[in-house]
């Protein structure tokens, strides 16, 4: 029996090489839109991801040395942070752990060691900055951590 042409009903038919151009045309530009959108935010999530990371640093630094009842210091650098405990045997500090944070500057007026009393010998403010802005941490003598931004 001969092939017969017949119409397909409406909703069956595929789409036609114009409407696959339109819809990858579309597509592109809002990859592009979504892109550049995302590139904007990412200094502001760098920004405040290492607020977070330094509070959590300054927290877990401050209950290892009342669980460990040592002396646990952080230092601060340009793009991180260090921790080091204290070896009252040896009277030396000792590395225990560096987090570098990318995409922002860190700058403290103070390196802050907290006792097994979960104090603080010396205040300290951080400020963490990058092109979005800046946040300041300020770690007072007993031991409390306040973050605010700054600009």
Known sequence: MPARNRRRPFGKRGFT??????????????????????????????????????????????FKAIFETTSVRVRFSGGGFSTERYDSENGVWTFVS??????????????????????????ATITVSNTWGAYKITLAISGRIKTLRAG
């Open 17 to 62: 090489l114009i409407e696959t151009v339109i819809i990858l045309a579309v597509l592109g530009i809002l990859l592009i839109v979504g892109s550049h959108s995302l590139l904007s935010v990412a200094p502001r999530y760098r920004l405040e991801t290492a607020a977070g990371e330094i509070r959590t640093g300054l927290n877990a630094a401050r």
């Open 98 to 123: 560096r987090k570098v944070l990318e995409g922002v500057r860190i700058e403290a007026n103070n390196a802050p060691i907290f006792t097994a009393m979960g104090t603080v010998s010396g205040l």
